[in-house]
């Protein structure tokens, strides 16, 4: 059995997270949906993946919160855990990507 943890991604303002995998992205829509790609995001194993904040259209990225260097404002977010790690959790707080007008 391989354990698994919980990292949602919230949105904040209108943009989407998309993911270098293409396998943990979370759109505006989804979010609002409260799909659980975005809710619960579910990671099992090593979590090696890195996160793009793409805002919409009259939107900027602003910041990520939670995690990652808010100091040089970039739009990517990488995590690279080994399985043991992700293992230790059941879940996470959210990555949250705020975007503003």
Same mark, same amino acid.
């Given at each position: 059995?391989?354990?698994? !943890?919980?990292?949602?991604?919230?949105?904040?303002?209108?943009?989407?997270? &998309?993911?270098?995998?293409?396998?943990?992205?979370?759109? #505006?829509?989804?979010? $609002?949906?409260? #799909?659980?790609? !975005?809710?619960? /995001?579910?990671? *099992?194993? /090593?979590?090696?993946?890195?996160?793009t904040a793409?805002?919409?259209?009259?939107?900027?990225?602003?910041?990520? $919160?939670?995690?990652?260097?808010?100091?040089? #404002?970039?739009? *990517? !977010?990488?995590? /690279?855990?080994?399985?043991?790690? &992700?293992? &230790?959790?059941?879940s996470?707080?959210? #990555?949250?990507?705020?975007?503003?007008?």
């Amino acid at each position: 059995m391989v354990a698994s !943890c919980k990292h949602p991604l919230e949105i904040v303002g209108e943009g989407d997270i &998309v993911s270098a995998s293409g396998l943990r992205n979370c759109s #505006l829509e989804d979010f $609002q949906a409260g #799909l659980t790609n !975005c809710t619960e /995001n579910e990671v *099992t194993g /090593n979590y090696n993946e890195t996160y793009t904040a793409v805002p919409r259209a009259g939107w900027v990225f602003r910041e990520w $919160q939670t995690y990652c260097d808010n100091n040089n #404002l970039d739009n *990517t !977010c990488s995590f /690279n855990y080994p399985a043991n790690v &992700v293992a &230790v959790y059941d879940s996470r707080p959210p #990555l949250r990507a705020a975007f503003t007008q």
